[in-house]
């Protein structure tokens, strides 16, 4: 009998053009409660991801001890906007000194994945030595070139 007269209510209601919600409302059963709309996510700029994705690098490899030098960055630079004879140049100057390139490439869309896993990955998974890099972020990749030392 109950949901007899809370059916026709909500038919009468709808009828005469009340709002869904307050529809809802006035039942006593709990599934038909109005749920709150999720927190709209942060809608970042290009250069805003960017710099969110080099703070969390720094983070993630000065806590783990390692020094982030400027001639690295410039390096990581370099080997991002260079060509093909450029690239392989600074890649075999870099051997000969101990260290790599290494090009991390991921949707933008990702970006916060990445920043959250920069973030928290447990110091004793982490074997690499970053000690440069160089970020860009489009609408669609984004691109990390890092200088690493072996």
Do not use: C
Not at 17 to 34: E, K, L, R
Not at 112 to 125: D, G, I, R, S, V
Not at 127 to 144: E, F, P, Q, W
């Amino acid at each position: 009998m109950k949901k007899f007269i809370a059916a026709s209510t909500i038919l009468a209601l709808s009828l005469i053009g009340a709002p869904q919600a307050a529809a809802f409302s006035s039942g006593s059963s709990g599934t038909n409660i109005v749920q709150p709309l999720p927190e709209p996510k942060p809608n970042y700029t290009n250069q805003q991801i960017a710099d969110r994705l080099i703070s969390a690098y720094t983070v993630h490899f000065t806590n783990r001890g390692y020094i982030i030098s400027s001639e690295a960055n410039e390096v990581a630079r370099m080997h991002y906007f260079g060509t093909p004879y450029e690239k392989a140049r600074i890649k075999a100057e870099l051997a000969n000194i101990g260290f790599r390139i290494q090009i991390e490439t991921f949707a933008t869309s990702t970006h916060e994945q990445k920043y959250q896993q920069l973030m928290t990955t447990p110091m004793e998974e982490y074997k690499d030595k970053l000690v440069g890099g160089y970020v860009v972020v489009d609408g669609y990749t984004t691109t990390a070139t890092l200088v690493i030392a072996n």
